[in-house]
Structures are given as C-alpha cells and as structure tokens.
C-alpha cells in the first residue's frame, strides 16, 4: 500500500518524504510505539506529502561482527538496513532506560552505522513519552550518539511526554487519544518535513 501511494504522488508529480519510524521500546502496548502510530495516522491524514513507515528491529540479532561474511550482513539485518537506506529522514520513539536509550535501539543504531553507514546525512527528530523528565534523558543522550553517526536532528519543537498524567492520553491498547498531544506531534513532524526538505534542496 505504501509504495503504491508513493507511485502515485510521484506520477502526479508531487515530491514525498519518505519517513523511517523506529521504537526503541519492544511492547506491543509500549506508549512509544503508540506515538509512532499516531505519527503514521497524522500523515496519512493531514500531512500532504510525507510518509512514515513503521521499521521493525525486534528481530535484529545483537551486533556482533562474526555474523559479517565477506562484506555481507545477515538477512534481517540486511533488510533493515536497506528501509534506513531508502528513508528520506528517520523518527524515533526513544523511551529512557537508566538516562540512556534502550539497548534494543541502540543495537539497531549500531547495525545501521556498520559500513556504509546508512545513517549518514539524514534528517531525524525524536519524540519520547517517560517518567518525570518524558524521556529527555535519552533524547539528548541519543543527540550525541547523532553526531558520530552523521545524523541531523531537528531542535525545535521538542517532544518530551510525560507518562501517567490526568486524564490518560493513551487507550488501555497504548494508542495516543489526546487531540492537544497529537497537535504538538504533527508540528514536529512539519519541522521534520521542512527541515529534510531544506538537506535535499541543499544537496542538488
């Protein structure tokens, strides 16, 4: 369904930003991944020309180089590989484990950077929902991790959510329910649309 769209606004000549949506948290009912699911559903619905993708990394092994043969990465991580590849730019969903991104997303980061860094020169924005501090621990800690790997952070807005608040913004299935949070989400994902656009234009 998605490459159709893209066919489509691409025969009509319309430009789309292809987005790659990560979750560093495995739960199914996980807030963080409920936030990515509200992403998808914004710019299905309301954002002309922009698409976010939802990229699994559950099933990404731990790094470990023994599993490179000659220059080759094992099937799953090729694929994965290959989504952050073809992304115009890359959300991520970053719940803070021990002021620090969970160990799941940093696997992926990991992966993705092994040469050629897939990462390199993309657009990113970060959106976290956590305890008292929403997550921001792990964003700016995820921040550095960025500048090795050559990745480009929006810096406004920041989206730091803090968990449990009243009433709930999240359903008992971990989808995002709150009309003034998903507002707050789809001007950062304008920031990110306009922010990639403005990498590209740069480049050509």
């Not at 559903?41 to 731990?62: A, R, T």
């Not at 959300?91 to 620090?100: C, Q, T």
């Not at 995820?142 to 709930?168: C, S, W």
């Not at 950062?188 to 306009?194: A, I, Y």
């Amino acid at each position: 369904m998605e490459a159709d769209t893209i066919a489509v606004a691409a025969a009509a000549g319309k430009r789309v930003i292809k987005v790659a949506a990560i979750c560093g948290s495995l739960r199914k009912a996980s807030f963080n991944r409920g936030l990515l699911r509200s992403a998808i559903q914004i710019c299905d619905e309301s954002i002309d020309g922009m698409k976010v993708e939802y990229v699994d990394i559950e099933q990404l092994p731990f790094v470990n180089t023994d599993l490179e043969v000659a220059g080759t990465y094992p099937p799953v991580v090729d694929a994965f590989r290959n989504k952050i590849l073809k992304a115009d730019s890359v959300l991520f969903a970053s719940p803070e484990y021990n002021y620090s991104v969970s160990a799941p997303l940093k696997n992926a980061i990991d992966w993705a950077s092994r040469p050629p860094n897939v990462w390199a020169d993309k657009a990113a924005a970060i959106i976290s929902i956590g305890g008292g501090s929403g997550g921001e621990k792990s964003q700016y800690h995820l921040r550095q991790i960025g500048v090795y790997i050559d990745l480009h952070f929006i810096n406004k807005p920041e989206f730091f959510l803090t968990a449990f608040q009243r009433p709930m913004k999240f359903d008992s299935d971990g989808n995002l329910i709150d009309l003034e949070t998903k507002e707050k989400l789809k001007k950062l994902l304008l920031s990110l649309k306009g922010f990639t656009l403005r990498l590209q234009d740069g480049k050509s």
